[in-house]
């Protein structure tokens, strides 16, 4: 949790403001999860703050959805051009990616 909550204030993720009257206010919790080895032992705990967005009403809180994701036929392309070509293949993790995008609109 304490690495979680550091995260979010080092990217200025927030700014405590004054709540406006209209605003409707989202709530959040605390995620916890257990990561293992392959061998089935613990690796470490994992904790994210979450925020509870079936709260939002659809045209007063947000307009539209997307989430970028990959489907599963794109990966397996790039493994057998990677694989085709001898190239070397390697896995990349980004911690707290999601807290580097920037928006546009107010969420409270």
């Known amino acids: 949790m304490v690495d979680?909550?550091?995260?979010?204030?080092?990217?200025?993720?927030?700014?405590?403001?004054?709540?406006s009257p209209s605003a409707n206010v989202m709530?959040?919790?605390w995620i916890f999860q257990h990561k293992f080895h392959i061998d089935g032992s613990l690796a470490r705990h994992k904790?994210?703050?979450?925020?509870r967005g079936f709260s939002e009403h659809h045209g007063i809180d947000y307009d539209e959805t997307f989430s970028?994701?990959?489907?599963?036929?794109?990966?397996?392309?790039v493994l057998n051009i990677a694989?085709?070509?001898?190239?070397?293949?390697?896995?990349?993790?980004?911690?707290?990616?999601?807290?580097?995008?920037?928006?546009m609109e107010t969420v409270y």
């Open 27 to 29: 709530s959040g919790k």
């Open 83 to 103: 694989t085709s070509h001898t190239w070397a293949i390697h896995q990349l993790d980004v911690k707290n990616a999601f807290l580097h995008g920037h928006l």
């Open 47 to 51: 904790a994210r703050w979450v925020v």
């Open 68 to 77: 970028l994701d990959v489907k599963p036929a794109m990966i397996q392309i």
């Open 4 to 19: 979680e909550f550091q995260a979010l204030i080092d990217n200025d993720t927030w700014r405590l403001i004054p709540r």
